[in-house]
């Protein structure tokens, strides 16, 4: 897969400080990019990191407190400044569209393109956007406002031919995609060529799943189970457990255990909270449970 990455334009949670910006990502699969969230200054982030948005038509927002959306307004501006022309669609709780859209007519009038909200069930899982190689659904999470995850997963893919074996049993070139997703080849004597004989398996599918914000909960274990990159929320350190109950927010060490519990392949922890100046007690604290765990920083790539 060709740009397969997540950039990092804010790991601080709800108050900014002078290394974190509010939260927001963006995910570039398959030549499109994704936007998770849109904290405050988010295209300023997008600026400095360098972040394209000519392929960027699809923001999911988890929720709506301010920190995770209120740079919606600012881009969608920018975005009708520079004459773009395809349409965004903004995926969120239903509640989003009464109150951005007043905002979009009042300071984004004779946008070039159309803003279209879809709004989804917080309380369930949904389906949010489906292509040929790409789902991405949402999930619940518990938190004081309704709040979703996300996982984006890519479909299974083909199977990868053997030419040798396609010249040997003469294959006909209408015949390969059929090969390519499991068929076996009929010879015309009638002989059966298993698909084994003729395929390699396919390349691994990528997933990606984001958790923010939310408490400690493991029923989201099965929608996430096996993903190849997990973000989830580390607000506080768990010494400070009393804080993140109050909070509805996840310690460090909390994240780490979902981690493990759902056999991930790797954990990045994020949405700190201002009060640490030094993040590295909680990588530590993340480790000690899960060692293939990593900090965001604001500006930081992860390769899937």
């Given at each position: 897969?060709?740009?397969?990455?997540?950039?990092?334009?804010?790991?601080?949670?709800?108050?900014?400080?002078?290394?974190?910006?509010?939260?927001?990502?963006?995910?570039?699969?398959?030549?499109?990019?994704?936007?998770?969230?849109?904290?405050?200054?988010?295209?300023?982030?997008?600026?400095?990191?360098?972040?394209?948005?000519?392929?960027?038509?699809?923001?999911?927002?988890?929720?709506?407190?301010?920190?995770?959306?209120?740079?919606?307004?600012?881009?969608?501006?920018?975005?009708?400044?520079?004459?773009?022309?395809?349409?965004?669609?903004?995926?969120?709780?239903?509640?989003?569209?009464?109150?951005?859209?007043?905002?979009?007519?009042?300071?984004?009038?004779?946008?070039?393109?159309?803003?279209?909200?879809?709004?989804?069930?917080?309380?369930?899982?949904?389906?949010?956007?489906?292509?040929?190689?790409?789902?991405?659904?949402?999930?619940?999470?518990?938190?004081?406002?309704?709040?979703?995850?996300?996982?984006?997963?890519?479909?299974?893919?083909?199977?990868?031919?053997?030419?040798?074996?396609?010249?040997?049993?003469?294959?006909?070139?209408?015949?390969?995609?059929?090969?390519?997703?499991?068929?076996?080849?009929?010879?015309?004597?009638?002989?059966?060529?298993?698909?084994?004989?003729?395929?390699?398996?396919?390349?691994?599918?990528?997933?990606?799943?984001?958790?923010?914000?939310?408490?400690?909960?493991?029923?989201?274990?099965?929608?996430?189970?096996?993903?190849?990159?997990?973000?989830?929320?580390?607000?506080?350190?768990?010494?400070?457990?009393?804080?993140?109950?109050?909070?509805?927010?996840t310690t460090a060490l909390q994240a780490?255990?979902?981690?493990?519990?759902?056999?991930?392949?790797?954990?990045?922890?994020?949405?700190?909270?201002?009060?640490?100046?030094?993040?590295?007690?909680?990588?530590?604290?993340?480790?000690?449970?899960?060692?293939?765990?990593?900090?965001?920083?604001?500006?930081?790539?992860?390769?899937?």
């Amino acid at each position: 897969m060709t740009d397969t990455r997540l950039q990092i334009l804010g790991s601080g949670s709800a108050m900014p400080t002078k290394t974190r910006n509010q939260v927001s990502q963006v995910l570039s699969l398959h030549n499109k990019s994704f936007m998770i969230d849109c904290g405050e200054a988010t295209q300023v982030q997008m600026v400095r990191c360098s972040v394209s948005i000519s392929r960027l038509n699809h923001i999911f927002v988890s929720h709506l407190h301010g920190d995770h959306c209120f740079g919606l307004v600012g881009l969608i501006s920018t975005l009708g400044m520079k004459s773009r022309t395809a349409d965004l669609y903004i995926h969120s709780h239903p509640a989003l569209e009464p109150l951005l859209r007043p905002l979009l007519n009042f300071f984004c009038r004779d946008l070039s393109f159309r803003v279209f909200f879809e709004p989804y069930s917080q309380s369930s899982s949904e389906i949010l956007y489906e292509d040929r190689s790409l789902i991405v659904s949402s999930f619940p999470l518990k938190h004081s406002l309704p709040s979703s995850g996300f996982l984006f997963k890519e479909k299974e893919k083909e199977r990868h031919v053997l030419p040798e074996k396609l010249k040997f049993y003469r294959v006909p070139v209408k015949e390969i995609a059929a090969i390519k997703n499991g068929a076996d080849f009929i010879t015309d004597e009638g002989i059966v060529v298993p698909n084994a004989h003729l395929t390699t398996p396919p390349s691994p599918s990528i997933s990606y799943a984001y958790c923010s914000d939310t408490v400690y909960d493991e029923k989201i274990i099965p929608y996430i189970e096996g993903v190849t990159l997990l973000y989830h929320e580390a607000t506080f350190l768990h010494e400070h457990l009393s804080k993140a109950k109050a909070t509805m927010h996840t310690t460090a060490l909390q994240a780490a255990t979902i981690a493990a519990k759902a056999n991930v392949n790797r954990l990045l922890i994020g949405h700190f909270s201002a009060r640490y100046i030094d993040t590295s007690p909680l990588l530590k604290e993340a480790q000690s449970v899960f060692p293939n765990t990593s900090l965001v920083e604001d500006g930081a790539i992860f390769d899937l």
